[in-house]
């Protein structure tokens, strides 16, 4: 079983993204979704972007996120 965060990215500097995971930022690289843009809910495993989101699915994960932060 993987682990994979969901994070929206910042910014894109060549082959690597700046993910905001909630007020902290990691860089991952963006080498196997190369169509990833600012703006993206994705999900990021092991340094890697992995899939993106559609934007409905995107908020409802980062609305799910809050709630169990507020706990």
Known sequence: MCLAIPGRITAIEQEEAVIDYGGTTRRA?????????????????????????????????????????SL
């Not at 690289?29 to 993206?40: N, T």
């Open 29 to 69: 690289s963006i080498r196997l979704l190369p169509d990833a843009a600012v703006g993206d809910t994705v999900l990021v495993h092991a340094g890697f972007v992995i899939q993106k989101l559609d934007p409905e699915s995107g908020a409802e994960l980062e609305a799910l996120l809050k709630e169990i932060e």
